[in-house]
């Protein structure tokens, strides 16, 4: 009897040993993949810098990788895609907060269960459609308040950039002031405070490790969008802080070499790896810190 | 408890629940209670859980607003005005702004020690410096934390003790001066040192304000307070001076209850 239940076990353990295995392997894939990306990145970029100097590709102020007089200033794309996530963020911050406290403060939980999955769908356009939304709708607008606004500029590409990242902003910020623990709202409630005043002075500042964390993770949504930028902000590379110019973000110019027909191996096509690198590192950088500041929250509570 | 008992005619009230029944939804959590608060004194409200005792101290500053599908049928009217703090028409904001509360886990706002306690009174619209300096340091005096932390008043208030933390709760309650204190269970999650200095605090507070306690801990209940409620599945049991509840209960099932054969 105790036998035949010990064998039992033990094919039941090898059972699960197959499937943990096989959940494994499945994990293992999207690691390699990264691992991957990460060393082909490197890789190639060792490549250019054998060619191009560190210091030439952090000061020079030209990008003009493709002429004979070859610049390859990488704070000219910086700047296009630093200007562009700066206007998105002018959009997407301000909105996503006041959606967010909208929602997890003063709507009904009917208005939550409609509004919330509306959000969600928004966060599913597709990013092309955003950009030709940009291109052919937006600009033109503008363009009548702004005399002289070149039909590809920043700030368009920027502000419908913007609404690309608000559902995600107001979604992870709405999920960090739902969880501020009732007992704090009831404490402010007790004191004699209206919902405003305990949504801003109570429920916003117990939650704010985690919109702080929200605001980032947008920021790196922001730096690594490519299509809405190709489309609507141009394929110049600029160096310039004025978002009603037209320039090329580091991601527009990785579309258009990669697309174009410079031969492999050219010192023009390698100038891809080092901007793909630097981007991985910004968005890098930004992935960390909300992280970080995600589970800092959620020590808090 | 040597002294003489006043009759319970010629005390002051402060407020008085009458016919008071309560709703979540169709389950009724309180059925009928009619009950005084004397003006300073403590009140305690004891009996098993479930019977209702936080239920019934979370209508007095309307709490139950909060949540939808809650139903007030009755009264409790606040002297002296003599007002039902129940009705419809009554803001519950400004009934919370005469009767604060302090709950069963502390809970102090993601803000400094010294935000925290000024923080009734900033939702008053008090924001001169010198007012707020001078009501939070009589508030933290009030509730015996002020020599602990009178040189960190801008350090967060997370980073106070359990014990700590829930009289800094008191100091915040007790800064916008309020009529009537409610005490939810407010030494359940304390450990014994800070329970004993929680009690004595209370003792000392009835000097200034009526105090309304819910208490799972029958030797809480008869160390601080004046006057015993014993309640039982929404319904008030028994009411009376506490030492009268706890020797000579009148109710079977009181007696029951305190002697520990029951709950």
């Known amino acids: ?175 960090a002031m739902r969880a501020v623990p009732m007992s704090l709202r009831e404490g402010s409630y007790a004191m004699g405070a209206t919902r405003l005043q305990t949504a801003l002075k109570v429920v916003f500042p117990g939650a704010l490790s985690g919109i702080a964390a929200a605001y980032i993770l947008g920021i790196s949504r922001a730096v690594g969008e490519t299509m809405i930028l190709a489309v609507a902000a141009g394929m110049q590379p600029n160096l310039t802080w004025n978002p009603t110019e037209s320039a090329a973000t580091i991601t527009a110019f990785i579309v258009q070499v990669a697309l174009g027909d410079l031969p492999h191996g050219s010192v023009g096509y390698q100038t891809i790896f080092a901007a793909g690198l630097t981007l991985m590192l910004l968005t890098l950088v930004f992935n960390v810190l909300g992280h970080m500041m995600r589970r800092r929250f959620r020590e808090q509570y | 408890m040597a002294e003489p008992k006043p009759d319970l005619d010629t005390l002051p009230l402060k407020a008085q629940a009458s016919a008071l029944d309560f709703y979540y939804g169709d389950f009724q959590a309180l059925k009928k209670i009619d009950m005084p608060i004397y003006e300073k004194r403590v009140t305690a409200l004891i009996g098993p859980s479930g019977c209702g005792k936080s239920t019934f101290l979370r209508c007095f500053n309307r709490m139950h607003d909060l949540y939808p599908g809650n139903r007030y049928v009755g009264e409790i009217s606040l002297h002296p005005d003599n007002v039902n703090l129940l009705d419809k028409s009554v803001d519950p904001i400004e009934v919370r702004m005469r009767l604060s509360m302090v709950f069963q886990k502390p809970n102090p706002f993601p803000k400094t020690i010294f935000e925290n306690v000024a923080y009734g009174l900033r939702v008053r619209g008090v924001n001169r410096r010198a007012i707020l300096e001078e009501k939070v340091e009589e508030a933290l005096r009030a509730a015996a934390l002020w020599n602990e932390v009178k040189d960190r008043l801008q350090d967060m208030a997370f980073n106070l003790s359990g014990g700590q933390q829930q009289r800094l709760c008191i100091a915040r309650a007790l800064a916008t001066e309020p009529e009537i204190l409610l005490f939810d269970e407010p030494t359940s999650a304390l450990d014994p040192i800070a329970t004993a200095s929680i009690e004595e605090l209370i003792t000392e507070l009835k000097q200034r304000v009526t105090i309304l306690i819910v208490t799972h801990n029958m030797q809480q209940a008869a160390r601080v307070s004046d006057f015993t409620a014993y309640m039982y599945i929404g319904e008030l049991v028994e009411f009376g001076w506490t030492d009268d509840i706890f020797i000579k209960p009148k109710n079977p099932q009181t007696e029951a209850y305190i002697t520990g054969r029951f709950g």
């Open chain 1, 1 to 175: 009897m105790s036998a035949n239940r010990l064998s039992h076990r033990a094919s039941r353990h090898v059972k699960e040993r197959i499937i943990e295995s096989i959940l494994f392997l499945a994990a293992l894939v999207s690691v390699a993949t990264t691992l991957g990306i990460v060393y082909i990145l490197v890789k190639e970029s060792v490549v250019f810098f054998n060619q191009v100097p560190l210091w030439d590709f952090l000061t020079d102020t030209q990008w003009t990788p493709l002429f004979d007089d070859a610049h390859f200033g990488i704070i000219v794309l910086l700047s296009g895609t630093l200007v562009s996530s700066g206007v998105a963020l002018a959009v997407a911050i301000p909105l996503g907060t006041l959606i967010a406290i909208y929602l997890s403060e003063f709507a009904s939980a009917r208005a939550r269960e409609f509004a919330k999955p509306v959000l969600e769908l928004l966060s599913g356009v597709p990013t092309i459609i955003y950009g030709y939304f940009a291109l052919l709708f937006l600009t033109p607008l503008l363009q009548k308040l702004i005399p002289g606004l070149p039909g590809f500029n920043l700030l368009s590409a920027g502000i419908v950039m913007g609404i690309m990242i608000v559902p995600y902003v107001a979604s992870i910020s709405e999920d």
